[in-house]
C-alpha cells in the first residue's frame, strides 16, 4: 500500500481556495462572499443565487483518523444548519426571496458515507421546519477536491500563502513491500552510509534513508495530482543540483557528515526558492527524499574512510 500525503490546511487558506473553485463552477460574478468578521456569517461562507445554492467552507486540521474528521464535519453541520433557522429574515434579504435548493459543507476530504448518512439526516430535519428560505426540494450535501478538475484545483493553489502537506512515516509493512525488489539499492546504502556511520549503526542508518526517500516519493506524488506546476518547480530544481553534483561533485569538503549537511543545505534552498509557497518542512522532507535516492543509486557517494 503507498504511503499518501494529506494537504493541511488553514482556515483562511481554505476560504481563499475555495472561493476559486466556486468562482469556476458558477462563474465569478455569480459567487458572492458572507464575512464573518461582523456578526457572524450565518452558516454560509459563499452563495449564488442564481444557482440558489449556499456553501459553508471547512477544512478540518490534518491528520487526523476517517471516524474523527467524519464526526467533526457531521458537528459542522449541524452547528451551521442552526445557523441558517436562526437568521431566516437577514438571509432572504440577501437572496432577495430566491429559496436556497442546495446548503453544501466545502471541505477538502469526504471520505466518510457516516457524513452522506447525516446529510440526509439533515435534509429532512430541514425541510420539516418549513423555514422560508428554503426550497420545498432543499438538500444538504458534502463535496469535497474529487469533484472538481484537476486543473481548477491546480491554478488555485498558486493563491494561496502557503501549501503544506501531511505525509506518515512509512509502516514496517510498507518498508517491507518496497525492499523485495530494490536489494540493489539497499546494498548500494550501505556501502556508501558505511563510510560515515559504525558496522554497529548502519542498519539504522539505512533504515532511515529508506524511510526519507518513501516519504520524499509520497510527496512529490501528491504535488504532481494536486498542483502539477509546483511539481514541476521542485523536480527541475532537483534534477538540476543532481547534474551539478555529477559534473563537478559534492560540497562539504572530505568527510561524510560534512557532505551530507552542505548538500542538504544546498537543495533545501533549491527547493524553496523554486517553489516559495511550499512549506518549509516539506521542503526539507523532499530534499531528505531525494538525497537518500542520491545515495542509493547515484550520483551522491563519499570518500573512503
Known amino acids: 500500500m503507498a504511503i499518501s500525503a494529506v494537504q493541511v490546511w488553514n482556515a483562511d487558506d481554505w476560504e481563499l481556495f475555495s472561493l476559486n473553485l466556486l468562482q469556476h463552477r458558477h462563474g465569478a460574478l455569480n459567487v458572492h462572499k458572507i464575512p464573518a468578521a461582523h456578526q457572524g456569517d450565518f452558516g454560509i461562507d459563499f452563495y449564488c443565487t442564481k444557482e440558489a445554492v449556499a456553501y459553508q467552507c471547512y477544512a478540518v486540521e490534518e491528520p487526523i483518523d476517517i471516524s474523527t474528521r467524519a464526526d467533526r464535519q457531521k458537528t459542522k453541520i449541524t452547528r451551521d444548519l442552526a445557523k441558517i433557522l436562526a437568521n431566516e429574515i437577514e438571509i432572504k434579504k440577501l437572496f432577495n426571496d430566491v429559496r436556497i435548493k442546495h446548503w453544501i459543507l466545502l471541505s477538502p476530504l469526504h471520505d466518510s458515507k457516516e457524513v452522506n448518512l447525516h446529510c440526509s439526516k439533515k435534509t429532512k430535519d430541514m425541510r420539516d421546519k418549513r423555514c422560508g428560505v428554503l426550497d420545498d426540494a432543499f438538500e444538504v450535501a458534502i463535496h469535497d477536491l474529487t469533484l472538481f478538475p484537476t486543473a481548477v484545483i491546480a491554478t488555485g ?149
Open 157 to 305: 493553489l498558486t493563491s494561496i500563502s502557503s501549501v503544506k502537506l501531511s505525509v506518515p512515516a512509512p509502516s514496517t509493512e510498507e518498508v517491507a513491500a518496497w525492499t523485495v525488489g530494490s536489494s540493489n539499492l539497499l546494498a548500494n546504502a550501505h556501502h556508501k552510509l558505511l563510510k560515515r556511520t559504525s558496522h554497529e549503526n548502519i542498519g539504522d542508518a539505512v533504515a532511515d534513508a529508506t524511510s526519507a526517500f518513501l516519504q520524499g516519493n509520497a510527496l512529490l506524488d501528491a504535488l504532481r495530482s494536486g498542483s502539477p506546476d509546483l511539481h514541476e518547480k521542485v523536480t527541475v530544481a532537483i534534477k538540476s543540483r543532481a547534474r551539478r553534483i555529477q559534473f563537478a561533485g559534492p560540497q562539504g569538503g572530505q568527510s561524510a557528515n560534512g557532505i551530507l549537511h552542505a548538500e542538504l543545505e544546498s537543495l533545501i534552498s533549491a527547493v524553496q526558492s523554486a517553489a516559495p509557497n511550499l512549506s518549509n518542512e516539506n521542503a526539507e522532507q523532499i530534499a531528505y527524499g531525494a538525497i537518500s535516492e542520491w545515495i542509493m543509486r547515484c550520483p551522491l557517494d563519499f570518500p573512503d574512510v
